[in-house]
């Protein structure tokens, strides 16, 4: 039996959170939801954290709602960037948050609304 993620709790204390990170009107959502472990959701979770810009426009999202494919494999996690979706390594709930979070930090500089 695998160990409890320590950071799960976090994780899932999340759900349903929108929080708007600029006062030009991006925003983040979380959906994260504990599902019975499946092969294609080997971590027990359904989980979809995502960054919007003003007109609602999905600019980053983490999640394993839909299979995808990559030149090596086929996986449930992924995450979207802009227009590109690659596949996601998932290792724990506090890593998951983390690349988010750096993700959605690395999309709004481009952007240029958050200045290093």
Sequence with gaps: MRARDPSLDNLLDLDGQIFVIADVGYWVK?????????????????YALTLHGPDGTR?????????????????????????????????DAADLLTDFWTEVESVMREKGIWQP
Excluded: C, M, W
């Design 59 to 91: 600019l980053v999202g983490f999640d394993n709602a839909h299979r995808i494919k990559s030149k090596r494999r086929t996986t449930q996690d992924h995450r979207h960037r802009l227009k590109a979706v690659r596949p996601y390594e998932y290792r």
């Design 30 to 46: 979380f959906v994260v939801h504990q599902v019975e472990v499946t092969p294609a959701k080997p971590h027990g979770l359904d």
